[in-house]
């Protein structure tokens, strides 16, 4: 279903709220977020229903947001988009380069990448949310004779975000001007520049311990002096930060329903005829392992989740078992636990192998896409 302006009247706390299901923490980032969404459909909004009224402004709330892996800083926007259902394109910018050097023309990708968000829908086009990913890897500062492009790729994105007519390879020309932008990176070492800013003011930057330092936002200035440009920065008027999850913080994320990881176990072991039950342990000790120093937060959790019940998936897919209580000894004693289990099961039917004629491939449809409405209070 396309994305109509007209039929947006969300306030930005009814956005917020619908995203809080979906993503635990971050709540500046996600206030931030939810603003400068309403912000520009409430504009593309208006801008449709009195396109002569030269009041009506045509600034774009871009925001910049800058995290560590596993912050949600990447799901954020996705999500977000996903609920209002407006065209997202994101887009890695680690292979982008200049014309003319090694790499992904930035002029190339981000047409192409618009046009397939919006479905091949010139009227969807305007309402694209494009998400450049790891803009931080083309700080300036991080430039080395192998890599002069950095500063020009940039450039490249200072004229798309400011609004350029740029043609897909198939020929469809974009505008990229009504398109709202939304940049993320790690920086990392960035802390140091925090660091050495604060202890210019008078402070001892030894005694700072670590959870101070992250209270200790980047400015822009720092931003700048990591290597972006300028005139870039100023493009994002919204700066948000995502902060690293902590134990309690990973816990909550397990524990939400709508969150993938757990629920999707559960749905995973469902289609094998299995009904599960998880004990609060299990929760305990996986935001634990993720929560480790080496660990890289919500992003650590899928890898965890994954290992932890692959085995147990493809073993009792063939056992005649009903119902399975996963505890603690599921994570701490995979092998021991599925032995026992094994032992005490008996195997299904053999299902056999799948037909070279395959049926299913032969009668398959695609699917009808889901078009998930955000829920909550309308204005």
């Known amino acids: 279903m396309a994305f109509n302006p007209s039929a947006f009247d969300y306030r930005p706390d009814t956005i917020k709220r619908s995203l809080d299901q979906?993503?635990?923490g971050q709540e500046e980032?996600?206030?931030i977020l939810s603003v400068a969404f309403w912000q520009h459909y409430s504009r593309l909004?208006?801008?449709q229903e009195q396109p002569l009224d030269p009041l009506v402004s045509s600034n774009k709330p871009n925001v910049l947001l800058i995290g560590?892996?596993?912050?949600?800083?990447?799901s954020l926007p996705e999500k977000l988009c996903g609920l209002l259902g407006v065209p997202y394109a994101r887009i890695n910018s680690t292979s982008l380069s200049e014309a003319g050097y090694v790499g992904d023309n930035t002029y190339e990708i981000v047409p192409d990448s618009i046009w397939r968000a919006a479905n091949h829908k010139s009227a969807q086009v305007p309402f694209t949310v494009v998400h450049i990913d790891e803009i931080d890897k083309k700080a300036i500062s991080l430039a080395d004779d192998h890599d002069v492009s950095r500063g020009a790729v940039q450039n490249d994105f200072l004229s798309i975000i400011d609004g350029n007519k740029m043609a897909t390879k198939s020929g469809v020309v974009i505008d990229t001007a009504p398109?709202?932008?939304i940049a993320s990176g790690a920086f990392n070492g960035i802390e140091e520049m925090v660091k050495n800013r604060i202890s210019s003011l008078g402070f001892n930057r030894n005694?700072?311990?670590?959870?101070?330092?992250?209270n200790q936002k980047p400015t822009r200035e720092d931003i700048l002096k990591y290597g972006m440009l300028d005139q870039l920065v100023r493009r994002f008027p919204n700066i948000a930060y995502t902060k690293l999850y902590d134990y309690n913080d990973l816990y909550q994320i397990l524990k939400l329903k709508k969150t993938p990881f757990i629920s999707d176990v559960i749905r995973d072991f469902a289609a094998l005829g299995i009904?599960?039950?998880?004990?609060?342990e299990v929760y305990q000790t996986l935001a634990r392992l993720a929560a480790k120093p080496e660990g890289s937060g919500a992003g650590e959790l899928m890898e965890l989740v994954n290992n932890s019940f692959r085995d147990y998936f493809y073993e009792l897919g063939e056992r005649q078992i009903e119902a399975v209580t996963i505890d603690r000894k599921f994570i701490d004693d995979p092998k021991g636990t599925l032995d026992k289990i094994l032992r005490d099961s008996s195997l299904k039917e053999p299902q056999g192998i799948i037909p070279a004629n395959n049926q299913l491939r032969k009668n398959n449809k695609r699917p009808k896409q889901n078009n998930k409405k955000l829920t909550g209070r309308k204005v």
Do not use: C, H, M, P
């Open 207 to 214: 005694q700072l311990s670590k959870g101070e330092l992250v």
């Open 45 to 47: 909004k208006r801008q």
């Open 179 to 181: 398109v709202l932008f």
């Open 29 to 31: 980032a996600k206030q």
């Open 22 to 24: 979906y993503i635990y």
């Open 68 to 74: 560590k892996s596993g912050t949600a800083k990447t």
């Open 275 to 280: 009904a599960v039950t998880v004990e609060d």
